[in-house]
């Protein structure tokens, strides 16, 4: 994303935060970020897009956190997995995005509903993932049922502190979430010993599955466009990495691990480049897919 991009969704979110997000105009954003009106609609269809825009870079940082923190590490343990969840809330605060998500999550408007959506079974989705790593390929089967069991004790954990029951002073998500995770522990001996499910794990991946198909759509064209560059530039480990990839998003062959060494090396060859921008962009949509289909890459 280019550096004029970035300043104006910084611009608007400052927006955003100072006059809410149903009172705010693309006037204010044009006045905030000291842009013509063309400008704007060079980079966003609406006002809702760039909305999106700020959500959607919140939720690439956390990915990258999430997947950083991985980086050698025991996959299984189970507090490294409660700092990855953390490390979601961590970002949403920084950016003090929860007054937006509150205008997203009761909006009427349908790619707005559509974000809401897709956001919630992307961490269903990752979760499944991580819990069949931290408890074992016993626990796919019942994986969903525990993501979804995971995220509702901690939102009514938060909803319980957020109407006056419990100090919001004295609230931490460090405390919360390994609470939450203990009681995971609990939950998933259970089902995995009594074989007790109720969803399963095959609603999500049909649904994860129809979403990696357009989400594989939008990647391939950007591969053979980089590809192509590549090949001009007569760039050639470049190139390789390209066509390794699209043949992987075709055939799948190659496994999780090794995909996630390929793409930390892609990151890095081409890190303060040219290609950065293309490459991230590229990297970034294939760990998301790579989520929606439960095969965790390092996230």
């Not at 029951?165 to 998933?188: C, I, N, T, W």
């Not at 089902?191 to 049909?206: P, T």
Request: net charge negative.
């Amino acid at each position: 994303m280019n550096e004029r991009k970035l300043k104006v969704i910084a611009a608007a979110q400052q927006v955003f935060e100072e006059k809410g997000v149903v009172l705010t105009s693309v006037q204010d954003i044009l006045d905030a970020a000291g842009i013509s009106k063309g400008t704007f609609y060079n980079y966003f269809s609406s006002k809702n897009e760039c909305l999106l825009a700020i959500l959607a870079m919140a939720n690439e940082e956390s990915i990258e956190r999430r997947r950083k923190l991985l980086i050698g590490q025991d996959r299984t343990d189970k507090s490294l997995f409660a700092q990855q969840i953390i490390t979601r809330a961590h970002v949403d605060r920084e950016r003090n995005l929860l007054p937006i998500y509150e205008a997203v999550f009761f909006s009427k408007d349908d790619e707005m509903r559509s974000f809401v959506r897709d956001q919630y079974l992307y961490e269903i989705s990752w979760l499944s993932g991580r819990m069949i790593e931290v408890y074992g390929p016993e626990a796919e089967p019942y994986a969903t049922d525990g993501a979804v069991m995971l995220v509702g004790v901690m939102q009514h954990i938060l909803h319980m502190i957020k109407i006056g029951f419990g100090r919001k002073d004295s609230f931490h998500y460090e405390q919360m979430v390994p609470f939450a995770v203990r009681r995971l522990d609990d939950m998933m001996a259970g089902m995995i010993a009594s074989d007790d499910k109720l969803l399963g794990n095959e609603l999500l991946r049909k649904l994860s599955f129809a979403d990696a198909e357009e989400a594989k759509e939008e990647i391939f064209p950007l591969l053979r466009e980089l590809l192509a560059r590549f090949e001009k530039d007569k760039v050639e480990k470049g190139a390789d990495y390209a066509r390794f990839l699209l043949e992987e998003l075709v055939t799948g062959k190659s496994g999780s691990v090794i995909l996630a060494s390929v793409i930390e090396s892609f990151r890095a060859l081409f890190a303060a480049t040219e290609y950065t921008e293309a490459v991230e962009a590229i990297a970034s949509r294939i760990e998301a897919l790579e989520t929606k289909l439960a095969r965790p890459v390092s996230t």
